[in-house]
């Protein structure tokens, strides 16, 4: 794949949004003039002699657009005649000039027209049939690619619906004709026309009506059967789900093996309907097959989703056993349509109820079946985001009415009936006294999902773009899509889906009570209207979810923050064990983990024992201890009249407001991460590298770890509070490294989320862990056991490719490991991955979704690992072993390597407060359930 083109520098979008207003209201809109475009390259005016075959007319840009497209690579209404389909496929910089051609159709087509609102009543500004034609020339490109159809198939598939292609040239050209025979005898019926011929869509149909409504008085019978007659048209060619009748469509598909598919179509069965788009994709991926073909092939498939969604408005009323019927064929048409990849089609599949659906089932059956397929229904939504988030992201900048595009395409797709039937299968364990959920502010509270227990009240502060974490406050409740990996403490969180349950994120606020729930797409644009608005959040340990404004709180949830916050019940850093004149640089391998605490941080220690316990499955690597950070603080501080030390107890000790402790950390770190390293220190670290990794500084690449006295203690994780730098080489940025992440515990970040937790937050000492690079194929995160309410065992795994997978947030393939089988719960929806770069550092790649990343042999590994971990837990006496294990690992030429394991800590007060237990007090018996 081609490096994309880096456009460092964005519009001033105010300056932008005052210019798209302006061409709301001009006749010309965006466009300048227009011309003709020549073969031979050359142009003229429009009103020139009609030139050569091949030429075709078009309007031109104003220069502030044209500035736009050159500086910013931002397509406002674009054309599609005379594109080069490579330059508008724009693969370099992830197929953005498509994703904004869709998102300008949309615009135009809600908002009458957008920038466009008189300029698509401009002659000649583009011809349809020129769009039509060069549209079908990128979309035969688009399919022609062996490299992109099938990585990216519902990508292409999507924006081949939305690009001009028809195939039906004849009822086109008829519409046109009949428009402008209309109105050469009715003038007023000029702008109509005009805006059919440069911009056609289904909305003609209403104009035409209102026309005939407007004037009925003084049009003739002749008239009026001809503007009948167009409205029939417009409807045929746009509105109508039936397709290409079956003889036709065996004419076009010239491929004999194809011309079967013509024989299964039945557009009133909807098993039939499922299958076919199964077919119709494996077709589609068949590289005998032509891209014409392969174009026709993609206009039925789109055909049959629209006749699937036709057949589930008359399935509404469906029994429950349908709706668990229908919903089966929906997700089977998930895959075929591409909303789902094929192996995550055949991963799920086993754990449906294939038709007929069974008379009885256990309430556990139901609810394990019904919360599946919530999650799948969150996939199908989480491929549009994957795709199409940054553009949304960047045109909300300056057009809020962007933001409204991929809840419509999902609105538009399969995924709505099925979300449908997970309703309506969530509406039937209500009555059964299951699902009680009070979420007022949602029409379909039943589709929100608890993920961490607790309670909060706050004010709900949308983030749309899950880089603008620095808007993010400590009193918020959080809606955001996705959370970031640097995200500030908060009072809890909304997200959509599922999202990564073992990221470090994740981990803290479990690990600190902040609740967090899960909801669809569709319902984040619905709470984002409540942005502002002071709410109650309250997640019980069973998974139900109470959301409401504070004004609507009851007096039990209003007594739940009458006591103020006090220092009971935070946590006091142990220091009597501190050994801080121990300067000696120390090999993982003699460490213990007595030395957890004395030393060095729990990490060091854990991995100096686990380096032992599981030969080569560790990486070599050597600590810096607590002692030598605290000799680096005895230093003065440039430019002042105090020690680094002094000013750090100063900071704690002189009763500053929080504001202007926040202001000192950030001095201190700064100057932390600037002060020059000890010549002494340098030398040992020479020594070190040599001794442990048999070079000199310069030459290996190291990860250097922070590891301080504040992280897995008994009731605080602290996971990726500090920093961590990967895969630093020369020796400039090894030194470089030390010093910034002995600065890191300073970070505002850091320092608020310990503040939650913490009575003495000066005596945080961080040790430095340097271990040699490990360049992964994979890597993820494990934890022995469910985090699933409706799967009480099985171990956890969550995997992405590359290194630092799981850990930062990213959209994690996520497994359930039992016994028996692996049951795939999430796959992942990230496009890119971390590498190690030989250099130093790491390089982003770009990776698929059509193939699993973990393989049966690693979930066999994985298992193996379990095991062993269980038959050594004596050994690992420092651990706590009443809790489960937090195990980073990695795969290295497919063999397992291990980072890190550390206790699981959950929130006590969350899982047993009285008020959250309270929510869950219906009991949930294993009772037989009979579906009608």
Same mark, same amino acid.
């Given at each position: 794949?081609?490096?994309?083109?880096?456009?460092?520098?964005?519009?001033?979008?105010?300056?932008?949004?005052?210019?798209?207003?302006?061409?709301?209201?001009?006749?010309?809109?965006?466009?300048?003039?227009?011309?003709?475009?020549?073969?031979?390259?050359?142009?003229?005016?429009?009103?020139?002699?009609?030139?050569?075959?091949?030429?075709?007319?078009?309007? $031109?840009?104003?220069?502030?657009?044209?500035?736009?497209?050159?500086?910013?690579?931002?397509?406002?209404?674009?054309?599609?005649?005379?594109?080069?389909?490579?330059?508008?496929?724009? +693969?370099?910089?992830?197929?953005?000039?498509?994703?904004?051609?869709?998102?300008?159709?949309?615009?135009?087509?809600?908002?009458?027209?957008?920038?466009? /609102?008189?300029?698509?009543?401009?002659?000649?500004?583009?011809?349809?049939?020129?769009?039509?034609?060069?549209?079908?020339?990128?979309?035969?490109?688009?399919?022609?690619?062996?490299?992109?159809? +099938?990585?990216?198939?519902?990508?292409? /598939?999507?924006?081949?619906?939305?690009?001009?292609?028809?195939?039906?040239?004849?009822?086109?050209?008829?519409?046109?004709? #009949?428009?402008?025979?209309?109105?050469?005898?009715?003038?007023?019926?000029?702008?109509? /026309?005009?805006?059919?011929h440069n911009i056609p869509s289904p909305s003609d149909k209403n104009l035409v009506e209102s026309f005939i409504r407007q004037n009925q008085s003084s049009l003739t019978s002749g008239n009026l059967s001809d503007l009948s007659e167009l409205s029939k048209q417009i409807e045929t060619i746009y509105l109508s789900t039936d397709i290409i009748s079956t003889d036709n469509l065996k004419q076009l598909l010239k491929n004999p093996s194809l011309r079967e598919i013509a024989d299964k179509i039945n557009f009133k069965n909807f098993e039939s309907l499922s299958n076919l788009s199964i077919v119709i994709r494996k077709s589609i991926l068949d590289k005998n097959v032509s891209s014409v073909e392969k174009l026709i092939l993609i206009d039925l498939s789109l055909s049959v989703e629209n006749a699937l969604i036709k057949q589930s408005n008359i399935k509404r009323q469906l029994s429950t056993r349908g709706i668990f019927e229908s919903a089966y064929y929906l997700v089977q048409a998930m895959a075929g349509c591409g909303y789902i990849e094929m192996w995550e089609w055949e991963a799920i599949r086993k754990e449906l109820v294939a038709p007929p659906i069974p008379e009885k089932m256990n309430l556990d059956d139901y609810i394990r079946l019904t919360g599946t397929y919530r999650r799948i229904l969150d996939w199908g939504s989480q491929m549009y985001s994957v795709y199409y988030q940054n553009e949304v992201n960047q045109y909300s900048k300056f057009e809020p009415l962007s933001q409204k595009f991929i809840d419509h395409k999902i609105r538009s797709s399969i995924l709505f009936p099925l979300g449908r039937s997970v309703i309506k299968m969530n509406q039937f364990l209500a009555k059964q006294n299951i699902s009680n959920n009070t979420i007022p502010l949602l029409k379909n509270g039943s589709l929100v999902f608890g993920?961490?227990?607790?309670?909060?009240?706050?004010? #709900?502060?949308?983030?749309?773009?899950?880089?603008?974490?620095?808007?993010?406050?400590?009193?918020?409740?959080?809606?955001?899509?996705?959370?970031?990996?640097?995200?500030?403490?908060? /009072?809890?969180?909304?997200?959509?889906?599922?999202?990564?349950?073992?990221?470090?994120?994740?981990?803290?606020?479990?690990? #600190?009570?902040?609740?967090?729930?899960?909801?669809?797409?569709?319902?984040?644009? +619905?709470?984002?209207?409540?942005?502002?608005?002071?709410?109650?959040?309250?997640?019980?340990?069973?998974?139900?979810?109470?959301?409401?404004? $504070?004004?609507?709180?009851?007096?039990?949830?209003n007594a739940l923050f009458v006591q103020q916050p006090s220092k009971q019940g935070k946590l006091t850093i142990p220091i009597n064990r501190l050994n801080l004149r121990n300067l000696k640089l120390a090999s993982l391998k003699e460490l213990s983990l007595n030395d957890a605490g004395r030393i060095c941080g729990p990490k060091a220690a854990n991995l100096g024992n686990l380096s032992n316990l599981f030969p080569g499955r560790v990486s070599p690597g050597f600590i810096i201890p607590f002692g030598v950070f605290r000799n680096q603080l005895g230093k003065m501080l440039p430019g002042e009249n105090i020690s680094f030390w002094n000013y750090l107890g100063e900071t704690f000790q002189s009763g500053f407001s929080e504001e202007t402790i926040l202001k000192r950390l950030n001095y201190l770190q700064a100057a932390i991460q600037k002060e020059e390293l000890a010549e002494a220190l340098k030398i040992k670290l020479e020594e070190m590298f040599i001794q442990e990794f048999d070079s000199p500084v310069g030459a290996t690449g190291v990860f250097i770890r922070s590891d301080t006295n504040v992280e897995d203690l008994k009731d605080f994780t602290g996971a990726g509070l500090n920093l961590t730098i990967p895969n630093a080489v020369t020796r400039d940025s090894i030194f470089s490294a030390i010093q910034n992440v002995w600065g890191s515990p300073y970070s505002q970040r850091s320092y608020r989320w310990r503040q939650l937790v913490l009575n003495n937050p000066q005596h945080v000492y961080p040790s430095i862990l340097i271990m040699k690079s490990v360049s992964s194929e994979k890597s993820g995160v494990l934890i022995t056991e469910t985090l699933y309410k409706d799967y009480p065992d099985g171990i956890t795994v969550a995997v992405n490719r590359g290194i630092g997978g799981a850990v930062a947030g990213q959209s994690a393939e996520t497994w359930l490991v039992l016994p028996d089988r692996a049951i795939l719960m999430a796959p992942s929806r990230q496009r890119n991955y971390y590498s190690l770069k030989p250099p130093g550092g790491l390089q982003r790649k770009p990776t698929v979704l059509n193939e699993p990343i973990i393989t049966s042999s690693d979930i066999t590994q994985l298992r193996q690992f379990v095991s062993e971990i269980e038959s050594k837990k004596k050994q690992l006496s420092g651990l706590?072993?009443?809790?489960?294990?937090?195990? +980073?690992?990695?795969?290295?030429?497919?063999?397992?390597? #291990?980072?890190?394991?550390?206790?699981?800590?959950?929130?006590?007060?969350?899982?047993?407060?009285?008020?959250?237990?309270?929510?869950?007090?219906?009991?949930?018996?294993?009772?037989?359930?009979?579906?009608?």
């Open positions: 794949m081609l490096m994309p083109i880096l456009f460092s520098f964005e519009p001033d979008y105010s300056l932008l949004n005052q210019e798209l207003m302006l061409y709301k209201n001009d006749d010309k809109g965006p466009f300048q003039t227009v011309r003709w475009f020549l073969p031979d390259g050359t142009n003229r005016p429009a009103n020139t002699s009609s030139p050569i075959i091949g030429s075709y007319q078009r309007a $031109t840009y104003k220069p502030f657009i044209i500035d736009l497209q050159t500086r910013y690579h931002l397509f406002l209404a674009p054309i599609l005649s005379g594109i080069d389909p490579v330059i508008f496929v724009d +693969e370099r910089n992830d197929f953005s000039r498509i994703k904004q051609y869709q998102l300008n159709q949309f615009l135009i087509a809600i908002d009458d027209g957008w920038i466009l /609102r008189k300029a698509q009543y401009m002659r000649g500004s583009y011809q349809i049939e020129d769009e039509h034609f060069f549209g079908k020339q990128i979309c035969l490109y688009l399919l022609i690619q062996p490299n992109l159809i +099938e990585p990216h198939y519902f990508f292409i /598939r999507q924006a081949i619906s939305d690009i001009p292609h028809q195939n039906n040239q004849l009822t086109m050209e008829s519409i046109r004709v #009949l428009s402008s025979k209309i109105a050469e005898v009715n003038p007023l019926f000029m702008p109509i /026309r005009t805006k059919i993920l961490n227990p607790g309670f909060a009240s706050g004010t #709900l502060k949308t983030i749309t773009n899950s880089n603008d974490s620095q808007q993010i406050g400590s009193k918020d409740i959080l809606l955001i899509r996705q959370p970031p990996e640097d995200m500030p403490p908060v /009072r809890g969180i909304i997200s959509v889906s599922d999202g990564n349950a073992v990221s470090h994120v994740q981990l803290l606020a479990k690990n #600190l009570g902040i609740p967090n729930a899960s909801i669809t797409e569709e319902q984040f644009y +619905e709470l984002s209207h409540h942005t502002g608005e002071s709410v109650f959040l309250a997640v019980s340990p069973g998974g139900r979810v109470i959301l409401k404004l $504070t004004v609507y709180m009851t007096t039990t949830e706590q072993l009443q809790a489960p294990f937090d195990i +980073e690992f990695g795969f290295e030429n497919q063999n397992l390597r #291990l980072f890190q394991i550390r206790s699981f800590v959950k929130n006590k007060k969350a899982l047993t407060h009285p008020f959250l237990i309270n929510i869950d007090a219906i009991p949930i018996m294993n009772k037989p359930l009979t579906i009608k």
